[in-house]
């Protein structure tokens, strides 16, 4: 089989399928679930805020202190990664880039990893961000918070398979150019 420039072996490059995620993917993907979870509590804000007025009148004016809706943000961030985490291992940002959560020894992880990763990752940021240094130097790249809840992220795509299922489904489209 022969080698790209890079010296790699081609085959594995096609699938990455439980090879531990990158400092860049993981980022992209926290990035894409705080800007949807951020517009989906602000679409929530509206729409509560919208229904309240229709139903007592439009003189009502909601101005809830910033505790209180911090504290509501806090909730639905922690419902929005720790839910979605014990269920099926990614958020809509993970699963958008192909990676997952998992415990360090590859099984699924629990509803208890979810939380106690959720929990945990605040302090990833409190130390400012070396909590997040293993995750670029580290063998496994498990961040503070994968080690206390006894997670990793791994890439869940498998493109090799990807790219048989468009194979197949050309074939069907035009079974003559084969």
Known sequence: MSRGVTGADPTR???MQGHYAGAATRLAA?????????????LGSAIVAWAIALVTSDAFKWDPDALFTGSLLLLWL???YSYPWSVSGKTPGMA???IRVVRADGSPASGRNAVLRTLA???SFLTLGI?????IFGKER????DKIAGT???YSWDARSARWRFLARQQEADPVAV
């Not at 909590?131 to 995750?135: D, H, K, S, V």
């Not at 498990?142 to 918070?145: G, K, M, N």
Request: no cysteine; charged share 5%.
């Open 30 to 42: 926290f990035a894409l679930d705080q800007t949807i979870a951020t517009s989906l509590f602000a």
């Open 131 to 135: 909590g997040f240094l293993p995750i």
């Open 96 to 98: 958008l880039l192909g």
């Open 13 to 15: 490059a096609v699938s």
């Open 121 to 123: 990752l605040p302090l």
């Open 152 to 154: 990793a992220v791994v």
């Open 78 to 80: 922690f419902v929005y």
């Open 142 to 145: 498990r961040a503070l918070h």
